[in-house]
């Protein structure tokens, strides 16, 4: 998984690929392809908490972690708001967003 600086954590987030960075990183899950209905994911965690699940093949963010818990994880979770189109005020409440939330 490669390390990347702060600027280049945009860009892994935009293309969906794995990452580290200090407390962040990024896990692109290829699914097991024996198992049916395995669901490729990309998964965002800061620090041990998991900020975003995100189904590859539905193109759709499943789950997303948008509470306060520090300066480095929130411009983290603005980074994915911008990345994965969850702008506006839908999305400004401190809280956790599942997909039934998501979607509706």
């Given amino acids: ?16 690929e794995s990452f ?3 407390s962040c990183y990024g896990i692109r899950d290829a699914g097991e392809r024996f198992i049916k209905d395995s669901a490729r994911t990309y998964r965002v965690w800061s620090y041990q ?5 995100y189904d ?6 499943t789950y997303f ?10 411009r983290l979770q603005n980074m994915i708001r911008d990345q994965f189109g969850m ?14 939330y998501l979607n509706d």
Wanted: proline content about 2%; hydrophobic content about 30%.
């Fill in 56 to 61: 590859l093949d539905a193109h759709r963010v």
């Fill in 20 to 22: 580290t960075h200090g």
């Fill in 49 to 53: 908490t998991e900020v975003l699940s």
């Fill in 87 to 100: 702008g506006g005020t839908r999305y400004d409440v401190r809280g956790i967003y599942d997909e039934a």
């Fill in 1 to 16: 998984m490669p390390n990347v600086n702060y600027a280049q954590v945009r860009d892994a987030l935009y293309h969906r």
């Fill in 65 to 74: 972690d948008n509470r306060y818990y520090s300066v480095t994880t929130s």
